[in-house]
């Protein structure tokens, strides 16, 4: 590998390939995860260390949920399973509340641009692992170098911020977000109120010093500097910034339509496949049997440029879109777009409709975040050029997202009744014999 792509940690599978083949490797150890996943060493041999490739959907929840329940009895392997859909919690949490997205994004500007300059002077010597504390500096410049930490690790770090350092949660979450390969607007935003006590009132994350001395490695915390500061008699809850409750929106059920059963969408006409790095697994699901005209990718600069992506996340963000473009390419058999643009990505959608003579776009839709947010722009411009683009969703999506109307728990009793029957344990009696998804 040549290029920036170089630079990407050898152990963050990059293409579906690499990725499935770190699944294999770990699947026989899967149910030793619950014991282990906590522990915070060099390395991090206890996780998959696949949610770089998971957020791109190099592979998907639904298929790593199939393949280690169909190897493992389900009590063996639940808390696995229960992280793997935390995911899709927070993605449908999400999606049925934008506005928490929208005001994240709106109030991490307002500091940056009118915030207390004392307060960004010492956000900035924090961000730089100049905090004083040697661990959370450590993992500071872990998260700067390898685009990755440990789960355990961001809570302890988002705690130390928010809690100990008492700078805002919104900046802090910026920082995930810029730097991990794996950054996701749902995960990264409601992992860090969910620290900071907004996303379930009166419960903040703290971090305290015997809990990373009982799970970081030794080597870790070799340097004791600072670490007074998070003793447990110190550390206390920040107060709570206002805020109006999260309002939440009427679900859109996409249900991956259009129809392509008869390979193109009803109609008529010509029409192409937009592949962007929210899905990069196109050929597994229901759009796999669209036959487009031509498969278009952009790595829309403009927008990676305003949220400050490093040069590490943009390599991974760019050699995963090859590979899943590669793919779709070779699956679809048909000519490839692929652009990087400044021009803007709902330009760059037009300007290849219109030379390709296509009446439209069918894509995966996007949910909230960045991308999310462009698809109003992108709706309009081909509208305005007589065009059309036709959103879907994996049918995994449709029937999880909506569940998560509150909190995580609830929503995980309906998962396990469903998942609980496929794993590889002998059947009761009373089980179906063929669960199908996690809801009905």
């Not at 709570?240 to 008529?268: K, M, T, Y």
């Not at 005209?293 to 990676?304: G, H, I, M, T």
């Not at 991974?316 to 048909?334: E, I, N, P, Q, S």
Request: with cysteine; glycine share 10%.
């Amino acid at each position: 590998m040549s290029g920036p792509e170089a630079s990407i940690p050898t152990h963050f599978p990059v293409t579906r390939e690499s990725a499935l083949a770190r699944w294999r490797e770990f699947l026989p150890k899967a149910n030793r995860y619950g014991a282990l996943r906590n522990q915070v060493v060099p390395g991090h041999p206890h996780v998959t260390r696949l949610s770089p490739a998971i957020r791109a959907r190099l592979v998907s929840t639904e298929e790593l949920v199939g393949s280690v329940l169909e190897t493992h009895r389900f009590d063996a392997v639940e808390k696995l399973v229960q992280e793997l859909v935390w995911r899709d919690y927070w993605k449908g949490w999400l999606e049925l509340r934008p506005g928490v997205w929208s005001a994240y994004r709106a109030e991490a500007e307002r500091l940056r641009t009118e915030g207390d300059p004392a307060l960004l002077r010492r956000a900035e010597a924090v961000l730089a692992g100049e905090g004083g504390i040697a661990v959370m500096d450590g993992f500071t410049r872990e998260l700067i170098s390898t685009g990755y930490l440990h789960n355990h690790a961001r809570m302890w770090w988002a705690g130390y911020w928010i809690h100990v350092e008492r700078l805002p949660w919104a900046l802090g979450a910026d920082f995930f977000y810029r730097h991990l390969l794996d950054a996701d607007p749902a995960s990264n935003t409601l992992g860090w109120r969910w620290v900071a006590g907004l996303q379930t009132l009166g419960k903040a994350y703290l971090p305290r010093r015997s809990n990373l001395e009982r799970y970081c490695a030794s080597s870790l915390l070799a340097d004791p500097t600072g670490l007074e500061r998070l003793e447990d008699s110190v550390v206390s809850p920040a107060p709570l910034p206002d805020e109006a409750p999260a309002q939440r929106v009427a679900w859109r059920s996409l249900s991956e339509s259009p129809d392509l059963s008869g390979g193109s969408p009803a109609g008529g006409g010509r029409w192409g496949l937009w592949v962007h790095g929210e899905d990069l697994g196109l050929e597994a699901t229901a759009l796999g049997r669209l036959r487009p005209e031509v498969l278009l990718s952009v790595f829309d600069a403009q927008r990676v440029g305003a949220h400050g992506l490093s040069p590490l996340r943009i390599a991974y963000l760019k050699t995963a879109l090859a590979d899943g473009v590669a793919r779709a390419g070779r699956h679809f058999g048909c000519a490839t777009v692929s652009c990087e643009t400044g021009e803007g990505l709902a330009e760059a959608l037009v300007r290849v409709a219109q030379e390709r003579g296509l009446a439209g776009w069918v894509a995966m839709r996007p949910s909230v975040g960045p991308l999310g947010d462009a698809i109003p722009g992108i709706e309009a411009a081909l509208a305005g050029d007589g065009r059309k683009i036709l959103w879907c969703r994996r049918s995994w999506d449709e029937r999880l997202w909506p569940q998560a109307s509150a909190g995580f728990f609830g929503f995980w009793e309906k998962a396990r009744r469903r998942l609980e029957p496929r794993s590889g344990r002998p059947a009761r009696d009373g089980d179906p014999q063929q669960p199908g998804l996690p809801f009905p």
